[in-house]
């Protein structure tokens, strides 16, 4: 099914605030958000906070933070209002409880004070008897079910077993039998709501039209589909979304198993841009082989029906990949301010702490020449540090390069101090890059050495660094006496060593 642009849509993103959103959580605020607004419709943020034993305080404003760096900006729920409120569940109890006496007065939940231990006694009394649990098993009497109900005792739907079929937009059309139908617990003692009674109530207050989660929730659609049976209302569309897995590719990815929190994607390095357009196409893809999606363009191409009803496997080397061509994308669509500005953040410094010292103009023009070699904003800390201080002599560097070991310590302090000389003859006002590559090209042709010779000694001496940008473009952003001041420091100490 794709989705109809003559409709108006409405979802939701409902997570507990049990801790931070991962990655594999967040595809399930992606979708519905992609689906509501590309119809102009309605994308709802709500809490499910009626597990007060797992709530986790602050959980609620690390999500806020999550979504809004995403850009998935909600038209109704926590912060915004609108016209449903409350939409913290603990604050909905007056309306869980209307909807469980309607219920009870249709003979279809009742009061049960079973003690756990002797629940625990039913399930395992089952089990020696090699049959599955189900609670319908064990009602209490006719008499005890009809007793009075108020909040302080729980409450459970008195399931009536049968077969369901149902169509999930993603999985197809589905089918149980009545053996999974049982009495589910829909008001806890406390008074909130189960996730199972709650979500229903929620969604069909909101007049939710598509309810996007995870496949975990399919064992249960029976009793949910009882619920709304139960109720007298319409069900909204399923669209049941397969497991994000870990890397191995052999289990879905959880906290567990070290899936990080997306804040520390975030602070890692990657793009906001980067990780919507991944997560997206974890698991859709629209049959191109288009791989870069800004958020207007997902919003064009994504459809219901291109969800694929198997699992993903998180990569984050593709992640890592995907950000890199997003740098880059910023840069040359954008420019090096757009960039720039990125790389300035009140929650993690990506530059070196030495990097203060200097005006933002001097940053922008490091950063111009080595944006490409980024895969994170973090890797600007460990590619521009000489440029904002001396890096520390490492001969060593210079005897285990593979363009230069066969060159003797007296042969590489000769090149140095030419080149040295060289370059100290340029000018100060035409220290730049195009005037830097002719000077280099004319030391290949006197010194007759090959450019990975010539040009790995320079490298190595100016920044003792694994890896730099063009020879003429660093030197040209360190500026000539910084340039030839590390030059001769390098040959000093190549002399010394000697």
């Given at each position: 099914?794709?989705?109809?642009?003559?409709?108006?849509?409405?979802?939701?993103?409902?997570?507990?605030?049990?801790?931070?959103?991962?990655?594999?959580?967040?595809?399930?605020?992606?979708?519905?958000?992609?689906?509501?607004?590309?119809?102009?419709?309605?994308?709802?943020?709500?809490?499910?906070?009626?597990?007060?034993?797992?709530?986790?305080?602050?959980?609620?404003?690390?999500?806020?933070?999550?979504?809004?760096?995403?850009?998935?900006?909600?038209?109704?729920?926590?912060?915004?209002?609108?016209?449903?409120?409350?939409?913290?569940?603990?604050?909905?109890?007056?309306?869980?409880?209307?909807?469980a006496r309607k219920l009870i007065a249709a003979g279809r939940a009742y009061p049960d004070s079973t003690s756990s231990e002797t629940i625990n006694s039913y399930r395992?009394?089952?089990?020696?008897?090699?049959?599955?649990?189900?609670?319908?098993?064990?009602?209490?009497?006719?008499?005890?079910?009809?007793?009075?109900?108020?909040?302080?005792?729980?409450?459970?739907?008195?399931?009536?077993?049968?077969?369901?079929?149902?169509?999930?937009?993603?999985?197809?059309?589905?089918?149980?039998?009545?053996?999974?139908?049982?009495?589910?617990?829909?008001?806890?003692?406390?008074?909130?709501?189960?996730?199972?009674?709650?979500?229903?109530?929620?969604?069909?207050?909101?007049?939710?039209?598509?309810?996007?989660?995870?496949?975990?929730?399919?064992?249960?659609?029976?009793?949910?589909?009882?619920?709304?049976?139960?109720?007298?209302?319409?069900?909204?569309?399923?669209?049941?979304?397969?497991?994000?897995?870990?890397?191995?590719?052999?289990?879905?990815?959880?906290?567990?198993?070290?899936?990080?929190?997306?804040?520390?994607?975030?602070?890692?390095?990657?793009?906001?841009?980067?990780?919507?357009?991944?997560?997206?196409?974890?698991?859709?893809?629209?049959?191109?082989?288009?791989?870069?999606?800004?958020?207007?363009?997902?919003?064009?191409?994504?459809?219901?029906?291109?969800?694929?009803?198997?699992?993903?496997?998180?990569?984050?080397?593709?992640?890592?990949?995907?950000?890199?061509?997003?740098?880059?994308?910023?840069?040359?669509?954008?420019?090096?301010?757009?960039?720039?500005?990125?790389?300035?953040?009140?929650?993690?410094?990506?530059?070196?702490?030495?990097?203060?010292?200097?005006?933002?103009?001097?940053?922008?023009?490091?950063?111009?020449?080595?944006?490409?070699?980024?895969?994170?904003?973090?890797?600007?800390?460990?590619?521009?540090?000489?440029?904002?201080?001396?890096?520390?002599?490492?001969?060593?560097?210079?005897?285990?390069?593979?363009?230069?070991?066969?060159?003797?310590?007296?042969?590489?302090?000769?090149?140095?101090?030419?080149?040295?000389?060289?370059?100290?003859s340029i000018p100060e006002e035409d220290w730049q890059a195009e005037n830097l590559q002719n000077a280099l090209n004319e030391l290949l042709e006197k010194s007759g050495k090959k450019p990975a010779e010539l040009f790995s000694l320079i490298r190595i001496a100016i920044s003792f660094a694994p890896f730099?940008?063009?020879?003429?473009?660093?030197?040209?952003?360190?500026?000539?006496?910084?340039?030839?001041?590390?030059?001769?420091?390098?040959?000093?100490?190549?002399?010394?060593?000697?």
């Amino acid at each position: 099914m794709s989705n109809s642009k003559n409709s108006h849509f409405v979802t939701r993103f409902a997570p507990s605030p049990t801790g931070y959103i991962h990655i594999g959580n967040v595809r399930s605020a992606i979708y519905p958000y992609l689906i509501a607004k590309q119809t102009n419709g309605t994308f709802i943020l709500r809490i499910e906070d009626t597990d007060r034993e797992r709530y986790v305080p602050g959980a609620t404003d690390l999500i806020v933070e999550t979504l809004k760096w995403l850009g998935l900006d909600w038209n109704e729920g926590i912060e915004v209002g609108g016209p449903n409120q409350p939409y913290f569940q603990s604050e909905r109890r007056d309306i869980y409880h209307a909807y469980a006496r309607k219920l009870i007065a249709a003979g279809r939940a009742y009061p049960d004070s079973t003690s756990s231990e002797t629940i625990n006694s039913y399930r395992q009394a089952d089990s020696q008897k090699k049959i599955p649990y189900l609670y319908r098993n064990h009602r209490p009497d006719e008499s005890a079910m009809q007793q009075t109900w108020e909040p302080g005792v729980p409450l459970r739907f008195k399931s009536e077993p049968k077969s369901y079929k149902w169509h999930d937009e993603v999985m197809g059309d589905l089918e149980t039998g009545p053996e999974v139908c049982d009495d589910i617990i829909l008001i806890k003692a406390d008074g909130l709501p189960t996730y199972n009674f709650a979500h229903i109530v929620d969604d069909y207050e909101m007049h939710v039209t598509h309810i996007v989660r995870g496949v975990e929730y399919l064992s249960s659609m029976p009793n949910y589909l009882g619920i709304y049976e139960a109720l007298g209302i319409e069900h909204p569309k399923f669209v049941s979304l397969p497991h994000v897995l870990a890397t191995q590719g052999n289990k879905k990815l959880s906290k567990r198993d070290g899936a990080k929190s997306v804040i520390d994607y975030k602070n890692d390095g990657i793009l906001p841009e980067a990780m919507l357009n991944y997560l997206a196409c974890l698991g859709w893809n629209d049959g191109t082989e288009k791989e870069l999606y800004t958020k207007e363009e997902l919003l064009k191409s994504f459809s219901i029906d291109r969800i694929q009803n198997s699992g993903a496997r998180f990569d984050e080397v593709k992640l890592l990949w995907q950000n890199g061509q997003w740098i880059r994308k910023i840069f040359d669509e954008q420019g090096v301010d757009a960039l720039f500005a990125r790389t300035l953040s009140k929650d993690v410094n990506y530059w070196p702490e030495s990097a203060q010292n200097y005006p933002e103009d001097y940053l922008k023009k490091v950063l111009s020449i080595i944006y490409d070699r980024l895969k994170t904003l973090s890797d600007i800390r460990e590619f521009t540090t000489y440029f904002f201080e001396d890096p520390r002599i490492d001969l060593e560097m210079l005897l285990n390069n593979k363009f230069l070991k066969k060159m003797s310590e007296k042969e590489q302090g000769d090149l140095l101090m030419m080149v040295s000389n060289k370059l100290q003859s340029i000018p100060e006002e035409d220290w730049q890059a195009e005037n830097l590559q002719n000077a280099l090209n004319e030391l290949l042709e006197k010194s007759g050495k090959k450019p990975a010779e010539l040009f790995s000694l320079i490298r190595i001496a100016i920044s003792f660094a694994p890896f730099s940008p063009a020879l003429h473009l660093t030197m040209a952003v360190l500026g000539k006496n910084t340039t030839i001041s590390r030059l001769n420091s390098a040959h000093s100490a190549i002399v010394n060593d000697l």
